[in-house]
């Protein structure tokens, strides 16, 4: 009889955990079964669950976008913005983790502040300077803008993690005549690797599903994967089986990579919450 209420709350919170797992799976699976339907197939109704599944939207994505180019752009924008942005907040954190001011905290909010801003907001100034600088359309002017986009959030996280390693153990590198060189690279590299490591692989993913400024500042030569999905979409209307053909390459990489990568994800997501 006591284990009664506990076996009910037990049932009712595992029937919805699956039914939320269902809820946010649900779009993404249909989508990796309209890609391979045919157009007349994936808007038939009722909608068909049973089919005779083609290759043919890939083939045909690939030989009208150039599929490698995008995927090309998006690994070269993505991973040179983590590490420009990494060796950027790297000594940032260092700096306010373990040479702490009274403006310390307040330049912290503020740079955590800048992340709350409508990005529509900086959309004018930043396409100028861009058109100016001749910057539009390239994988440098995306590289810049991704960095600096994913830049607060790095300090934020590597000050996390810096924080927690105790100052005393510098101070013993220090006193046993380190130089400053070689206590990030013998004492604070090794401790804190774990956090870089995570803060990495979060703005990766972060880099990589970045669609509002690849959107507006490249096209044809320098667009990612998410202006590869933009260009699905016609006055003539939409083609579902080759806009989720499209859809499900250019997803596919960073699912995979953050299937193997989901333990340190999870690690850098939840860092700090249950302190």
């Given amino acids: 009889m006591t284990r009664r209420p506990y076996s009910l709350a037990l049932w009712a919170r595992t029937v919805a955990a699956w039914g939320v797992t269902l809820l946010l799976f649900f779009p993404l699976g249909w989508m990796a079964l309209t890609a391979f339907k045919t157009e007349l197939q994936a808007i038939h109704v ?7 599944p083609t290759l043919g939207n890939f083939h045909e994505v690939q030989e009208r976008s150039d ?3 995008y995927a090309k752009n998006s690994i070269v924008t993505s991973v040179l913005s983590t590490l420009i942005g990494l060796l950027i907040a790297a000594p940032a954190a260092y700096s306010m983790a373990f040479f702490r001011s009274r403006q310390t905290r307040n330049l912290l909010m503020w740079m955590l502040s800048t992340k709350m801003m409508p990005a529509v907001g900086a959309l ?31 300090v934020w996280m590597l000050y996390s ?11 013993a590198a220090r006193m046993d005549g380190a130089t ?16 870089i490591a995570s ?17 507006n500042l490249s096209s044809a030569k320098a667009g990612t994967l998410a202006t590869l999905i933009a260009s699905y979409s016609s006055p003539e209307g939409l083609f ?6 499209a859809s499900l390459m250019a997803i596919a990489p960073i699912v995979v990579f953050g299937w193997f990568s989901q333990k340190q994800l999870v690690q850098g997501l939840t860092f700090g919450a249950v302190k």
Avoid: H
């Fill in 199 to 215: 803060t990495g692989l979060l703005c990766l993913v972060l880099a990589w599903n970045e669609a509002f400024w690849a959107l």
């Fill in 240 to 245: 579902w089986a080759k806009l989720s053909a």
């Fill in 180 to 195: 400053l060189w070689q206590e990030l690279r013998l004492v604070l590299l090794p401790l804190g690797m774990g956090g």
């Fill in 124 to 154: 004018v100034p930043i396409y100028v300077l861009a058109q100016k600088t001749a910057l539009l359309d390239t994988q440098a002017g995306l590289i810049i803008v991704f960095t600096l986009s994913n830049l607060p959030i790095m």
């Fill in 46 to 52: 009722p909608p068909l669950l049973l089919f005779e």
């Fill in 161 to 171: 993690y810096f924080k927690d390693i105790p100052n005393e153990i510098l101070e």
């Fill in 67 to 69: 599929y490698l180019l």
